[in-house]
């Protein structure tokens, strides 16, 4: 498809490649489709419809899936420890990642997972299927109260943190209908929520300090949870363990990828990387942004999420 203009997301289900308020075409996400991009798009749409077409069973072949994972996950939790204690059983409670943990029928429910993940998590099922999936599910569980309990004492922290927060607000998919200013005077109502999860974040780990790609990750979790922010928290605690370091204060983890990735590029691409060499410019100008949203503001919303489910 090309570049879409990455300035909105939206709600999901509200858009499906129709209209924007304004007359612009949108995605199925709300994120404006540029005028040559229109036609592609449909015509993508159409061809996936078809795609998906030929499995009928798939909707129910995850929905199978989920009520497997639901009920052996709901069996995990301990009656609820209250989110304000230390999680030291963080980690713990993380382990297994919410398929089967070691049962007889752990190994089928991953190949199950593996091959439906092919074809793309239904947009209606996916943040059910990324808490499972990250395990994010269980922790839920140990900890019910956690979320609300680092929302009031992000709203506490000092004015220096919050006003980082409240400088990244607008600058998060400007032009989309959820996030962007749309001249009322009301803040749109996804503003509040990524607000709400980012100030929740910065508590739950002051100890790494915030950074601006957050915004990003946060009102894209967002979208797919609808805007609901207590499994959009998680799931962004989820992304920030899974890759490691990324997200902390001197971002060790991003330096080591742009490490691999010069030397990959310059295995694969050897003319590519000989000519960043001769203008003399670093190839982590270029990619450091991919790395630090994961492809949330280049990509198309559809292969992001793409992306993001695998």
């Known amino acids: ?20 308020a304004k007359g612009e075409v949108v995605d199925k996400y709300g994120f404006r489709l540029a ?42 939790g301990a009656a609820g420890r209250s989110g304000g204690e230390e999680m ?27 091959r439906l993940l092919h074809d793309g998590v239904p947009h209606a099922l996916r943040a059910r299927v990324w808490l499972h999936a990250s ?10 109260h956690h979320y609300a309990q680092m929302l009031e004492v992000g709203m506490r922290l000092a004015e220096e943190d919050r ?10 998919f400007p032009n989309h209908p959820l996030f962007g200013d749309s001249g009322s005077e009301l803040a749109p109502i996804g503003r509040t929520a990524l607000r ?9 780990n002051q100890s790494g300090g915030d950074c601006q790609a957050l915004n990003f990750l946060c009102a894209m979790l967002l979208l797919v949870t609808d805007l609901k922010e207590e499994p959009a928290f998680w799931l962004l605690l989820a992304i920030v363990d899974i890759v490691p370091d990324f997200y902390s204060r001197y971002m060790t983890g991003i330096r080591i990828e742009q490490n691999i990735f010069a030397r990959l590029t310059r295995a694969a691409l050897p003319r590519l990387a000989a ?8 190839l982590s100008i270029v990619t450091t942004n991919w790395f630090m949203c994961l492809f949330a ?13 695998v």
């Open 297 to 309: 503001n280049t990509l198309p919303a559809e292969t992001v999420l793409r992306v993001w489910d």
């Open 35 to 76: 005028e040559e991009h229109v036609a592609p798009y449909q015509a993508w749409c159409q061809g996936r419809s078809k795609e998906l077409a030929r499995d009928p069973k798939r909707h129910e072949r995850w929905m199978r899936l989920l009520h497997g994972l639901e009920r052996d996950g709901g069996a995990v």
């Open 163 to 172: 006003s980082e927060i409240e400088i990244d607000l607008p600058r998060t």
């Open 196 to 204: 709400n999860v980012l100030l929740a974040f910065s508590a739950h």
């Open 135 to 144: 395990g994010m599910a269980r922790v839920r569980v140990r900890f019910p």
């Open 88 to 114: 030291n059983g963080f980690a713990g409670a993380r382990a297994g990642l919410g398929l089967g943990d070691g049962a007889e029928g752990g190994a089928s429910e991953r190949a199950e997972l593996s």
């Open 275 to 282: 000519h960043f060499d001769q203008v003399c410019l670093p």
């Open 1 to 20: 498809l090309g570049h879409v203009d990455f300035g909105g997301h939206a709600n999901v289900g509200h858009y499906a490649g129709g209209e924007h």
